[in-house]
């Protein structure tokens, strides 16, 4: 654009947030609680047949919101099946971003309590700009200020756009049972169909990066009453990079009750307290990300609240096969 163009409130710190974070991709601090979006290979790896989940992030002082769905199944024939649903917006819903994916996980690679499963994942991704919430030079006026009533002169072909996408990845884990020590780990490509992003590019043929995630962790066994889970987290897009640890305790407070809480640390980034219960299936946890970024902290409110909510539950007589000794989904 030959004039400079002056994105209200959000869009300017989304943009911000889409290139100068850690990570190109938007995504959850709890990103256990939306599993494919971290790999597809995850889908279905719970301890039930079905689950749904929500999730909120509040980010930047209230001016930028993300929330996500989803729903997976396990089934006894080495299939497991999920799909995700998440949007992203400013306050002023002059930015959108939303993606929706369906998760497909072979899971039949099994040695005794060892699994392996991999997964392939398609869907759609789109962006968005409402041009009626953006502001542009032409419609400021010396001595005057901003004209709402000149509508500018800039034009966008494509204020919404709407790509095919698609994902892959591989866990492993060992579902040993009464066993101290329970390995997991994976590793996951996403834009793998490498989507043109006009948004990006500012017009041209350039497409998304691929975005690589490699993750693992264990589950501790201390004693009967008490668990921990380190986990590690490297996720690499383009030329940004994420680079994450931290560490998930479970206390069985009762038979049907656990209480979970810990924290991670993005390197450079921020802090993330957790804290939350597990009843009868039912997950509730909350996070609150508590940015230590000397490059942002001055200029831009990096904090965020998240909130999640997840139930899993088995299908009448069902065979309640062994899973993925992960942290509570």
């Known amino acids: ?70 729903a997976e199944m396990a089934t006894n024939r080495n299939l497991n099946a999920g799909i995700n649903v998440f949007n992203q917006a400013s306050s002023d819903k002059a930015y959108q971003y939303t993606t929706a994916a369906l998760s497909l996980a072979y899971t039949g690679v099994r040695f005794n309590d060892h699994y392996i499963a991999m997964a392939l994942q398609a869907g759609i991704l789109n962006r968005y700009f409402n041009r009626s919430k953006l502001q ?17 002169n800039e034009v966008f072909n494509k204020p919404s756009v709407t790509v095919l996408d698609a994902g892959a990845g591989i866990f492993y884990y060992d579902a040993t049972p009464e066993k101290k020590v329970n390995l997991f780990g994976g590793f996951s490509a996403f834009h793998l169909s490498r989507p043109k992003d006009p948004f990006i590019s500012g017009g041209s043929k350039e497409r998304m990066p691929i975005r690589h995630s ?9 004693n009967e009453l008490f668990s921990i889970v380190p986990n590690v987290l490297y996720m690499r897009q383009g030329e940004a990079e994420e680079k994450a640890a931290g560490a998930y305790l479970q206390v069985n407070a009762t038979e049907k009750t656990d209480l979970l809480f810990g924290a991670n640390i ?10 939350g219960f597990f009843h009868k299936g039912l997950t509730v946890g909350m996070s609150y990300d508590i940015g230590i970024s000397e490059k942002t902290t001055a200029s831009l409110n990096r904090n965020s609240l998240e909130v999640s909510l997840s139930y899993t539950w088995w299908r009448k007589r069902s065979t309640q096969t062994s899973a993925a000794p992960c942290p509570r989904f």
């Not at 190109?24 to 039930?48: E, W």
């Not at 542009?136 to 500018?152: A, I, K, L, P, S």
């Not at 490699?214 to 201390?222: E, P, Q, R, S």
Request: aromatic content about 12%.
């Open 1 to 70: 654009m030959k004039k400079a163009l002056y994105i209200t409130g959000l869009i300017a710190g989304c943009i911000a947030m889409q290139f100068a974070s850690a990570q190109v991709d938007p995504h959850f601090s709890q990103y256990y609680i939306q599993p494919s979006t971290l790999n597809p290979a995850l889908t279905g790896a719970m301890q039930g047949d079905y689950r749904v989940a929500a999730i909120w992030k509040n980010q930047y002082a209230n001016t930028l919101s993300s929330r996500g769905v989803s």
């Open 266 to 275: 993005r390197l450079g980034n921020a802090i993330i307290p957790f804290a």
């Open 136 to 152: 542009f030079g032409d419609q400021w006026t010396m001595g005057m200020g901003f004209d709402e009533t000149n509508v500018g």
């Open 214 to 222: 490699v993750h693992a962790g264990a589950k501790i066994l201390v």
